[in-house]
């Protein structure tokens, strides 16, 4: 079994009700799964200043499933909540992101773990604390909660 991280966002239509709905597909996916509190964030990146705050939530659980696996079922739960990948950035009804497998690290054009920008985002790592504090990037080396404390420190927050 590994334990993995899945980052789950939604800043389109009920936003709450997209969280419980992946939660409930991922419990049915993942053992020992917990879910942290959602937090509400203002969207991050190029060309999203119009859009909606984003409710997000972090997932933990144990899988057999090798990351290209969980990645494709990550993408059917998108798309069963109605997901449109209509653009880059694009406002989401639901967004599902593996951010840990393990100590699995891959670096392929569709797939990257750990997601190569959770470190940068609190979005991710304050609710991955929560629930994960002491799991291990595998590419620095940091527990998680070392990697929130850096960022906190960095953003002088």
């Known amino acids: 079994m590994t ?13 709450a009700e997209a969280i419980a709905f992946a939660a409930a597909r991922l419990s049915a996916l993942l053992s020992n799964f917990r879910i942290a509190d959602t937090i509400e964030t203002w969207p991050v990146g190029e060309g999203v200043e119009d859009q909606n705050l984003y409710l997000n939530a972090v997932a933990i659980g144990d899988t057999e499933l090798a990351p290209r696996e969980l ?13 449109q990948r209509s653009a880059p950035n694009a406002a989401r009804t639901l967004d599902l992101d593996l951010i840990l497998s393990g100590d699995a690290v891959i670096a392929e054009a569709d797939l990257e773990v750990p997601h190569p920008r959770f470190r940068e985002r609190f979005f991710v790592l304050g609710p991955l604390a929560e629930i994960g504090p002491d799991l291990v990037d595998p590419v620095s080396g940091m527990r998680v909660a070392e990697l929130l404390r850096r960022l906190l420190r960095d953003e002088n927050r």
């Open 71 to 83: 990645l494709v079922s990550l993408l059917a739960i998108e798309q069963a909540y109605g997901r």
């Open 3 to 15: 334990t993995v991280a899945i980052a789950i966002g939604s800043n389109l239509g009920n936003r």
